[in-house]
């Protein structure tokens, strides 16, 4: 089977035409500038990577370019697009409605529609993908699978604001969580790399431009970091992550700001670049940060506070933790930003081996011989969970 996924934003569209049952990934791409110019950068693997400049007014002719470059002549991986068995979607919110992935149908599109109000920047564009699909491929089987669904399996007492309940009642304010195609996939490795016991209490660490975690109890989301939206939590690339609400009501009215300029101020200004000036990527934080730039380090240091400080929290939450996972741009790869984020977490039982951690972008085990908790880098394949709900719903 071969199944073609598509996560749809605003402008841009990616894809990955991929095999659910090896992971092997047949090509990828992305269309950019949607509704501007566009553009489309494709690769295969072991081929030169392809751009090509070409006119997409809407995401319709951005599926268009997809398919056609896929059964090119000289840069497609098919003769035809009869291979393409499925297409899978990922949808950032499908509210209380999704608690798994969906054959989409026009349900199915009413209820992604319904939560709108909910994941206002994603939602309207992972439908103009769905749609557009669609319309090119009407006879093929769709499905979407929504960041938040993993979550759904958490207690009120974890889901519930503390503010007037009839809004959790009347208009669904609670925490969903997002991530959760990455969470899901990680937490089942570690629970795998744990030896599949019975019972497991893992905490996964998503730390990458956008961050976030989830403590999972025998393979279970009983908590995770991120709220009604992808806002909260740990401070992020350009996200300011859980902040005091009263700084917003301040700042508006210190400076005339509107709601949508706040609100942009802290989805794209803030986090790690907003408190170092310098940037949103981990990268040349560190790289600012050893040239002696102070306010990268500071920004470096509360990060690795407040990811530490939720580590901690989660497993007082459980009880316990049987293993810690580092996924993501920055878990996977970051060397120093691991060994921080566990220093001092020895009295839990927590120990990291700074020799077996040297590694990057690889599943390894890297807690020292004496450590109780495990600690696992696993990098995470949301295309690939996204491929085999798709198989599996499409069959
Ligand atoms: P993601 O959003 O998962 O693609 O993660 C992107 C983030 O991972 C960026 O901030 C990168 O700087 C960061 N990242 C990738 N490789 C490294 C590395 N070797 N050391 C530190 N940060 C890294």
């Known amino acids: 089977m071969k199944v073609l996924i598509i996560n749809a934003g605003s402008s841009s569209l990616k894809y990955q035409f991929m095999s659910p049952d090896t992971g092997d990934v047949y090509a990828k791409g992305l269309c950019e500038r949607i509704g501007i110019d566009g553009r489309l950068n494709h690769s295969v693997p072991g081929r030169d990577k392809v751009v090509q400049d070409i006119a997409m007014p809407s995401h319709s002719e951005a599926i268009q370019a997809v398919l056609s470059i896929l059964v090119d002549e000289t840069n497609g991986v098919i003769k035809s697009t009869d291979e393409i068995d499925a297409v ?168 005339g700001y509107d709601i949508k300029t706040m609100m942009n101020i802290l989805n794209k200004k803030s986090g790690v670049l907003g408190i170092s000036g310098v940037s949103s990527d981990f990268r040349d934080l560190d790289n600012a940060a050893a040239e002696g730039n102070e306010r990268a380090q500071l920004a470096l240091d509360k990060f690795v506070y407040e990811v530490k400080k939720d580590i901690g929290a989660y497993a007082a939450a459980m009880g316990g933790c049987d293993a810690i996972v580092f996924t993501a741009g920055v878990g996977e790869n970051s060397i120093d930003m691991r060994e921080k ?21 690889v599943e390894a085990e890297v807690q020292a011989d004496d450590s109780r908790v495990k600690i696992f880098v696993i990098p995470t394949n949301e295309e690939l969970m996204i491929a085999k709900d798709t198989a599996a719903l499409a069959k």
Do not use: W
């Open 341 to 361: 984020l566990v220093e001092g977490l020895e009295y839990m039982g927590v120990k990291i081996d700074p020799v077996k951690n040297k590694t990057r972008g």
């Open 88 to 255: 899978g979607h990922r949808v950032l919110h499908g509210g209380m409605a999704f608690t798994e992935s969906c054959l989409i149908d026009d349900a199915c599109i009413a209820a992604i529609e319904k939560c709108i109000p909910l994941g206002p920047l994603h939602n309207p564009a992972n439908l103009m993908g769905i749609r557009a699909c669609q319309a090119v491929m009407p006879n093929k089987p769709q499905v979407a699978v929504f960041d938040t669904a993993f979550h759904m399996t958490m207690p009120a007492k974890a889901y519930t604001y503390a503010i007037p309940y009839e809004y959790y009642e009347n208009d669904d304010v609670r925490r969903y969580g997002f991530h959760g195609t990455s969470h899901r996939y990680v937490s089942a490795r570690a629970v795998d790399m744990l030896g599949n016991p019975e019972h497991s209490k893992v905490i996964c660490c998503h730390l990458g431009n956008g961050s976030s975690l989830s403590a999972c109890v025998d393979g279970k989301v009983v908590d995770t970091t991120m709220g009604l939206g992808p806002l909260a939590g740990v401070p992020m690339g350009t996200r300011s992550g859980d902040i005091d609400a009263t700084i917003i009501e301040y700042l508006m009215d210190r400076y």
